[in-house]
């Protein structure tokens, strides 16, 4: 009984020091947190709050006075046709973005890790370059070469691929890819490096492994080395996913989300919604709404995948 | 466990919290009148008495921040804030252009932290009594000499624009003057064996086909910055007046027989004229893709013979394209039609104090020299064609352009006063902070037309109009003001809409 309670005894005090342990790593942890959650308070979570406020306000932005609505300006959403094409629309730009720039930029990530390959730091700078180049010089010089008059009809009409100038822009059917196509090429380099930073942890053991084994490039490529980096696809995935869903700069400096609303992505209609109008005040609390029936309808379409993908593979 | 539980209600709370205690510039959400009245009524003496303090020290270094999107009379105003500098070694000028978008996003954020601009213009779709209300400008009547207000064109003052009451609040820029008129490319239409400069639909038709086959690919009839729909919204406007129909300045409104005017037979006139062109293949392609100035830069460079825009086009193609061998005519009109108009500029205001500047004197000071001859701002302005100055003075000095001459004695020609529901109603302040923007508007449909998008515009103006006409009525009845007020029945097209009309309507 006796050596039982000094058992305990010792038990108790290694357990406090356990817990003081983790009490003083939790307050390490927490402070070594805190700027990015004081960033996060400021730039984050009191816009959000904001948000949401005005979203229940008939409120312009412009003024001091606000009338408080509720539901009022949710409800008029889902009346409102153009913020249905908007939102589709941005759907559309993912769906025909994310699956290109997980291949493009895998591809040329491939490419340049071949360690044979001579000068590859060059051509990662060179595929690096639009990345960090301004969306807007990058909307304006696109808006020149893809021209009625531009370079690229040039070559078309020249070469006689297309025996009218295609006016890529302009008309709706071509707008929304023409946007995806040139985003592709200013994006890429950023997945690139993601990719890059994948292949890069495939130890070299094993492609010595698959070369003894007989398997050439395309095999080791589909069969070994695709399988070990899919994880971080997924992570590329979902930030190329968000990316693409809340695009606006190279929609808003390229077609204004024209012509007629062919490109009209959410964040434009949000940025039209609460900062121009032709007749009358802008309508700020309108647009919060916009945007936070946006953002939850990602959210619960996200968990909706995520709880379809957890019964298939329990399936599998 | 329970710590754990306390420590994450603390931090959930701090974080709940802290957002919250930001938001002190949020809106209120009381009695629109009472707010309004108290933002209106804020002291302002207090501000004059620190102002007139701080001027006993005449050296005293001073900085004046003002902000405007006049990119129009960019390079006029860069050599009068160094004029200005020069002459007030003490005052340095801080000017900042923006968009009118940047500066709708920014100047709410400035103002509430109550670290406004000195000087700066009130946003479209905003007015004066709003603004006022809402405490961003202050009277300049006590900080400006009889003399200054007495070189004015008594036309540039106006309540509810540039006054309220016996308080002046705002300068307008220039003086109104129609924003559509159809530029013309003497050397292209020559090329393209345009003898008659066109006034008809018919004749504007068959003058942009020959100048499109002319071009062979290179050369189209019109072009138009279509990326932006206020420039559509004017075009289309100006197109269903000219052929007669009753149609509001753009971003007013009026009704005509209790009606959004958007599906009269003259605007799809208007509208089918623009298809016309389309299926002629007569518009530019990239109009569609390009804003006004990009426009203006496309059709100097002989890549269009027409394009519909204003005034501010002759100063920078006098800068960048003196050889630009061009003219200037009036809006078509539909076969058979005459006796017509445009609608009138309308004057706006422009800029005015901040209530809260801790400079008042100096910022009028500032708009003093601005409108002076002395400094040539003014002057500088009227001589390259930017605008019509509202110093008469001026004007009969300066105007030496001679396309400006033309446009200003075609849009004096032209042009109409239309009605506006502000001069009839002091409530239409309120419909028009109350009143939401219908889309797709007309700006949009045109826009649509051009690209092809739209194939019955005839079902799109008819939607707009009825969506028009039921927005209209409840925001008339959100803020008590009786709906018929949006209507003119005795505006007569023909004629300049006087005080006399109005008052016949009370």
């Not at chain 2, 804020?42 to 900085?63: H, L, P, V, W």
């Not at chain 2, 990009?294 to 269009?304: I, K, N």
């Amino acid at each position: 009984m006796q050596k039982l309670q000094i058992a305990s005894g010792k038990g108790t005090a290694s357990e406090k020091r356990r817990r003081k342990d983790k009490m003083v790593m939790n307050v390490w942890c927490w402070l070594f947190m805190a700027l990015a959650v004081g960033f996060y308070i400021l730039f984050q979570g009191y816009p959000i709050i904001c948000s949401i406020q005005y979203s229940l306000l008939n409120w312009s932005g412009m003024t001091g006075y606000a009338e408080y609505v509720g539901l009022a300006n949710y409800r008029e959403l889902l009346h409102d046709e153009l913020f249905w094409n908007a939102f589709f629309n941005s759907f559309k730009y993912t769906a025909l973005i994310v699956p290109l720039e997980l291949a493009v930029s895998l591809f040329l990530a491939y490419m340049l890790n071949n360690e044979k390959l001579k000068g590859s730091s060059v051509y990662r700078t060179m595929y690096f370059v639009p990345v960090v180049t301004t969306t807007s010089v990058v909307g304006i010089i696109m808006i020149f070469i893809l021209g009625v008059q531009g370079p690229v009809n040039h070559l078309l009409t020249s070469l006689h691929i297309s025996g009218q100038p295609v006016n890529f822009l302009g008309n709706a059917k071509y707008a929304l890819p023409t946007l995806v196509v040139i985003s592709l090429w200013k994006d890429c380099g950023t997945y690139m490096i993601y990719w890059l930073a994948g292949l890069q942890s495939v130890s070299k053991d094993v492609y010595e492994a698959a070369t003894v084994d007989g398997a050439n490039r395309r095999q080791t490529f589909f069969h070994i080395v695709l399988p070990l980096i899919t994880p971080v696809g997924g992570i590329i995935a979902i930030l190329c996913a968000i990316n693409s869903l809340k695009v606006f700069d190279i929609v808003k400096t390229m077609t204004e989300g024209g012509p007629f609303y062919a490109t009209d992505v959410i964040a434009t209609y949000v940025y039209r919604s609460a900062f121009s109008s032709e007749i009358g005040m802008p309508r700020l609390g309108y647009a919060s709404a916009a945007a936070l029936f946006f953002g939850g309808a990602v959210i619960i379409i996200g968990l909706v995948l995520n709880g379809i993908k957890g019964r298939l593979s329990k399936n599998i | 466990m329970r710590k754990k539980q306390l420590g994450a209600l603390l931090l959930a709370g701090i974080m709940a919290v802290l957002p919250l205690s930001g938001c002190g510039a949020m809106p209120s959400t009381g009695n629109r009148t009472e707010e309004s009245a108290d933002a209106g009524n804020t002291d302002t003496s207090g501000d004059k008495e620190g102002a007139e303090g701080k001027q006993e020290d005449s050296n005293e270094k001073i900085t004046l921040r003002i902000v405007d999107w006049s990119d129009g009379s960019a390079q006029q105003r860069e050599k009068f804030h160094e004029k200005y500098m020069e002459e007030h070694p003490n005052i340095t000028i801080e000017y900042t252009m923006l968009t009118v978008d940047q500066f709708k996003n920014t100047i709410v954020t400035m103002i509430k932290s109550g670290d406004g601009p000195d000087i700066f213009p009130i946003p479209g779709g905003m007015t004066l009594k709003t603004a006022v209300e809402e405490g961003w400008y202050q009277p300049i009547n006590s900080f400006v000499t009889e003399d200054f207000a007495g070189q004015f064109d008594p036309r540039s003052f106006e309540e509810g624009v540039t006054h309220i009451g016996d308080e002046w609040y705002t300068i307008t820029e220039q003086m109104p003057v129609i924003q559509c008129l159809f530029f013309y490319n003497k050397d292209v239409l020559e090329q393209a064996g345009v003898t008659e400069i066109p006034a008809t639909y018919s004749e504007f038709r068959e003058a942009c086909k020959k100048i499109t086959e002319n071009g062979n690919g290179s050369v189209y009839g019109l072009i138009d910055g279509g990326k932006q729909v206020n420039r559509m919204d004017v075009l289309a406007r100006s197109l269903a007046a000219a052929a007669g129909g009753k149609v509001a300045a753009i971003t007013k409104v009026l009704t005509v027989d209790g009606r959004a005017p958007y599906d009269t037979e003259e605007m799809k006139q208007a509208m089918g004229f623009l298809k016309s062109l389309v299926d002629d293949g007569s518009i530019h392609p990239d109009t569609v893709n390009i804003s006004a100035p990009e426009a203006r830069e496309m059709f100097a460079q002989g890549q269009a013979g027409f394009l519909c825009q204003g005034m501010w086009c002759i100063s920078p193609w006098g800068e960048g394209y003196p050889d630009l061998n061009y003219g200037v005519m009036a809006v078509p009109v539909p076969d058979g039609v005459t006796d017509t108009y445009v609608q009138g500029g309308e004057l706006s205001p422009w800029i005015g104090v901040y209530k809260q500047s801790a400079h008042p004197k100096e910022a009028a000071e500032y708009l003093m020299a601005l409108f002076s001859e002395e400094y040539g701002y003014q002057s500088s302005c009227v001589a390259d064609g930017a605008y019509i100055s509202v110093i008469p003075a001026i004007n009969e000095k300066y105007m030496s352009n001679e396309i400006m001459k033309e446009y200003y004695r075609i849009a004096t020609e032209t042009s109409k006063i239309v009605p506006t529901i502000i001069s009839r109603d002091e409530k239409a302040n309120d419909f028009y902070v109350e009143v939401k923007d219908i889309q797709p508007s007309l700006g949009a449909i045109v826009q649509g037309i051009f690209s092809q998008s739209i194939t019955d515009f005839d079902g799109q103006l008819k939607t707009l109009a009825d969506s028009s006409t039921e927005e209209w009525k409840r925001a008339c009845e959100a803020v008590g003001m009786d709906y018929s007020s949006l209507e003119f029945p005795n505006w007569d097209t023909k004629k300049d809409y006087t005080d006399q009309d109005y008052e016949e309507l009370k």
